[in-house]
């Protein structure tokens, strides 16, 4: 991709929500940097921080030079753009360990070597050392009153209230332009839409002090087409962060995206070719059962955020829980993703094992261990009515004792079923 293409990408992608008219000639004229903000209130990105690193990847890609601010020093006070009321401040401690987990996200979709290599900051590096009397010599002077409470992330809350606190993020973020162009030549900086007013007030500052036109440009805030939040399923929210939010679930958030959803989700958060996502968008016009779109956006997604080996996982445990797959054949980080998916427990073997035979293991004491039944008359019922299986192999009344041989799998693991969808794991010691 050419540096001149870049925004045309981006606009045919559906990325670009507004920007101020130098835009163009600035991107077209050779490499620039931009940055982009992350505000550090988890230790995790969530998902609907993609949209936002994908355009530093498409800058990179095209040659521009991409910086990832964390704020380090803002997200001890917090943005009150889209939010309603008052954040809760966090201590410097809660920030700093935030903003180590997210610099190691971030590492994984930029390229931090070569020519156009992206830098980190955070700037807590200079708000923190800054003399409050200083700030407010040398840059609250430049910002009336009536000027910030005419930006919609003040003017929303004006009814309800907003402290000082929030009011000066304004500033802060203005700062952080003017400081990003001085140490790193930072010409332009993205954000979501509902960042327009902190970004033409940084256009302003640095114009007003350094007599520089710098450039800004937003992207559009995610939606879905059902009107719920775009990256919030009833489990609640879900992260970057595999220990948040398994691969699994992360691979089948994707899968879940609805028909009318997926092609603009392919244009947000893949890196595809336009012909390949027009050939996708056909199969979702002519078969959209068969989800062929909402599968090559969940491979791709899951595949940059956490790797191929956990790609390949969590279609193992996808197919075990929805297809034919033996789980004989689920790889150790598979097993690693089911424990997490289903019940899980470990226990001794002698808990498990038959009173009259020690090689092998009792189906109640499987069933009621694995939570899957609340007594052995339980256990009697389901087995009778032939509802339960072990490694997905269907047992009867007749089968109550199973051979430890037959029974366990890779790393001393059992899967205990009752019914069609309900697992256990088992994991046997001894």
Known sequence: MQTTGVLDELQWRGLVSQHTDGVPALLAAGPTSAYIGFDPTGSSLHVGSLVQIMILVHLQRAGHRPVALVGGGTGMIGDPSGKSAERQLQTPEQVAANVAGIRAQLAHFLDFEGPSAARMRNNADWLNALPLVDFLRDTGKHFTVNYMLQKESV???????ISFTEFSYMLLQAYDFLELRRRDGVMLQLGGSDQWGNITAGIELIRRVDGVEAQGLTVPLVTTSSGTKFGKTEAGAVWLDATRTSPY???????????????????FFTLLPHAEIDVLDAATASAPEQRTAQRALARDVTRRVHGESALEAAEQVSTFFFGGLDPHELTDEAFGILRIEAPYVETDGAALSAETDAAAFDAFKLLTTAGLAASNGAAKRLLEQGGVSVNKRKIGAAERLIPRADALLRGGHIVVGKGKRDYAVLKVRG
Not at 249 to 259: I, S
């Open 155 to 161: 003017k929303s809350r004006m009814e309800a209230g």
């Open 249 to 267: 679930a992360f691979y089948q958030f994707w899968l879940g995206v609805e028909d009318h959803d997926v092609g603009r989700y392919l244009r």
